[in-house]
């Protein structure tokens, strides 16, 4: 059990639509980070959230957000989805000290697994 | 080019038997981190070892230890004593050392990944 809890757990969209994922992190968590895994790939880093700022982006458009809230929580939006947004969403936390050790563990959440039709 | 090279896609293993799983990575960061990550098929990616790009020593965590070899960049987890319940997907991954603003990067790149079947 890592303490991060992710919702829901499957969801299906039709192109177009806008979706919202949600993530639970261990209370202290200051940073959250999102990743979106294709079947058979391994996880790409969305973005990333210190103290409920976008501190860090990988290389996915403006249509992908988030918020971080101070309770731990965070939300990952996706609008317009497109077919190739389906795939897992996982989100990790970690309680960061300044600068960022290197051996600081993140906890991963189960995932939402997302199908775009 | 790929940051993170996995060249198994598939490997089997005895039970009992220790198995390699194999990673190589690219970086010119002086200051990186090296994870491997084992995940189920339930989803949830699960922590196993870490090894830091200063260490002396090679990281191990119980069955699991990771043999680094700077020059060649290259990091392959070694399981000994493979059970049943190592069966999953493997996933090698690494944090490089620029930073973000007010903290530390957390970005993960990780590889392709290698699935491991443990056989009876």
């Known amino acids: 059990e890592t303490g991060v809890t992710q919702s829901p757990t499957h969801l299906i969209k039709t192109r177009g639509q806008q979706v919202t994922l949600r993530c639970s992190s261990q209370?202290?968590?200051?940073?959250v980070s999102w990743y979106q895994q294709a079947l058979g790939q391994g996880p790409q880093f969305i973005f990333q959230?210190?103290?409920?700022?976008?501190?860090g982006r990988g290389n996915f458009p403006p249509r992908f957000s988030g918020l971080q809230f101070p309770n731990y929580s965070s939300e990952l939006n996706v609008n317009a989805l497109e077919l190739d947004d389906s795939a897992l969403y996982l989100c990790?936390?970690?309680?960061?000290?300044?600068?960022?050790?290197?051996?600081?563990?993140?906890?991963f959440g189960p995932g939402t697994r997302l199908l775009v039709l | 080019a790929q940051k993170i090279t996995q060249t198994q896609p598939g490997m089997f293993v005895q039970e009992k038997e220790a198995v390699t799983l194999d990673c190589t990575y690219d970086?010119?960061?002086?200051?990186?981190?090296l994870f491997w990550y084992k995940q189920p098929s339930s989803g949830e990616m699960i922590f196993l070892i870490y090894?830091?790009?200063?260490?002396?020593q090679n990281a191990t965590e119980g069955r699991y230890s990771l043999n680094f070899q700077k020059a060649r960049k290259s990091a392959n987890l070694v399981i000994s004593a493979s059970q049943l319940g190592d069966s999953a997907m493997y996933f090698c991954?690494?944090?490089?050392?620029?930073?973000?603003?007010?903290?530390?990067?957390?970005?993960?790149?990780f590889g392709k990944g290698t699935k491991l079947s443990v056989i009876p």
């Open positions: 209370s202290g968590h200051n940073t």
């Open positions: 970086t010119s960061d002086p200051s990186y981190g």
């Open positions: 959230y210190y103290r409920e700022e976008e501190n």
């Open positions: 991954a690494m944090r490089e050392g620029f930073e973000y603003s007010g903290a530390g990067s957390y970005q993960l790149t």
């Open positions: 990790a936390s970690t309680k960061s000290s300044s600068g960022g050790v290197f051996q600081e563990t993140q906890y």
């Open positions: 090894q830091g790009s200063y260490d002396q």
